[in-house]
């Protein structure tokens, strides 16, 4: 019986990792030749010379003034707004969680921005802002469109905590304080995590929101980002500062999830 058992979960086992065999070579073909490809792009002087510079190519685009200004905007971007949007999205799903009844109904309002498509709300949003020509519409922007997906996630979070445990709690004497101190925030902070990294990369990701809110290739410098200065160089077929400037921002992301689950370990332990 042992060794049928054994037998049948290896055939288990094996079923599943051919499974994950296409998606391992869709990631294989799709992303990591890819940029394999662009950090080769990023060490030579150009596409037909094929010369190999070392970190010329890096060492140009950290003085290039226009990428120090995008990498700016986009770490301001994340300073200002993540907060904003993680403490907005805490709030909300706080009230849906443990609000009166009518005002749970309203969850369905913050699903919207995931599917309202972008174009139509830029129209709304140059409408409201046209003499505005301060970053604030972008921030605001940035905002709305992500707030709606951490409520979400954080409602879940909320909800899916057992009430024996708060009542337990108080049978022991523990006050309102201590109950959140205590129960809710261990249990909802690797959620709080998840949906930090998540928004700090969509933050690098706003390229589109912006140019249509713009409709140009060169926007006001308090909205320039990363993604705009790709774009540009991609335009301009510069696939030396494009490929150095993605391994930057690469790199920059990759450090930014690494340090939060750093973080989201030590906070557990």
């Known amino acids: 019986m042992k060794k049928a058992k054994t037998k049948k979960?290896?055939?288990?086992?094996?079923?599943?990792?051919?499974?994950?065999?296409?998606?391992?070579?869709?990631?294989?073909?799709?992303?990591?030749?890819p940029f394999i490809r662009v950090i080769y792009y990023s060490l030579i002087d150009n596409q037909f010379k094929r010369n190999f510079v070392g970190l010329d190519n890096y060492i140009d685009t950290l003085t290039n003034d226009y990428f120090?200004?995008?990498?700016?905007?986009?770490?301001?971007?994340?300073?200002?707004?993540?907060?904003?949007?993680?403490?907005?999205?805490?709030?909300?799903?706080?009230?849906?969680?443990y609000?009166?009844?009518?005002?749970?109904?309203?969850?369905?309002?913050?699903?919207?921005?995931?599917?309202?498509?972008?174009?139509?709300?830029?129209?709304i949003w140059q409408s409201v802002f046209?003499?505005?020509?301060?970053?604030?519409?972008?921030?605001?922007?940035?905002?709305?469109?992500?707030?709606?997906?951490c409520i979400v996630l954080l409602?879940?979070?909320?909800?899916?905590?057992?009430?024996?445990?708060?009542?337990?709690?108080?049978?022991?004497?523990?006050?309102?304080?201590?109950?959140?101190?205590?129960?809710?925030?261990?249990?909802?902070?690797?959620?709080?995590?998840?949906?930090s990294l998540l928004t700090i990369v969509n933050s690098f990701k706003i390229f589109k929101e912006i140019y249509l809110y713009y409709g140009t290739n060169y926007p006001p410098d308090h909205s320039y980002t990363l993604q705009y200065y790709m774009n540009n160089n991609f335009l301009?077929?510069?696939?030396?500062?494009?490929?150095?400037?993605?391994v930057l921002t690469s790199i920059l992301v990759f450090g930014i999830v690494m340090a939060g689950m750093a973080l989201q370990r030590r906070y557990r332990q």
Not at 9 to 33: A, E, H, I
Not at 69 to 94: D, F, G
Not at 237 to 243: F, G, K, M, P, V
């Open 68 to 97: 120090l200004l995008a990498l700016k905007n986009s770490l301001l971007l994340i300073v200002i707004c993540v907060p904003i949007v993680i403490i907005l999205s805490l709030a909300v799903s706080l009230v849906l969680s």
């Open 155 to 195: 409602t879940a979070a909320f909800t899916a905590i057992d009430p024996a445990l708060f009542e337990a709690a108080r049978l022991d004497g523990a006050s309102t304080f201590t109950l959140h101190k205590k129960i809710t925030i261990p249990i909802i902070m690797p959620t709080v995590f998840f949906v």
């Open 130 to 149: 046209a003499q505005d020509t301060s970053v604030l519409p972008v921030y605001l922007l940035f905002i709305w469109k992500n707030t709606g997906i």
């Open 236 to 246: 301009k077929l510069d696939y030396q500062s494009l490929a150095t400037s993605a």
């Open 9 to 33: 979960g290896f055939r288990w086992n094996t079923k599943c990792k051919l499974c994950l065999v296409p998606s391992l070579l869709g990631t294989l073909v799709f992303f990591v030749v």
């Open 99 to 123: 609000g009166i009844r009518w005002v749970r109904k309203t969850r369905a309002a913050f699903v919207l921005p995931l599917v309202i498509p972008t174009a139509s709300i830029v129209l």
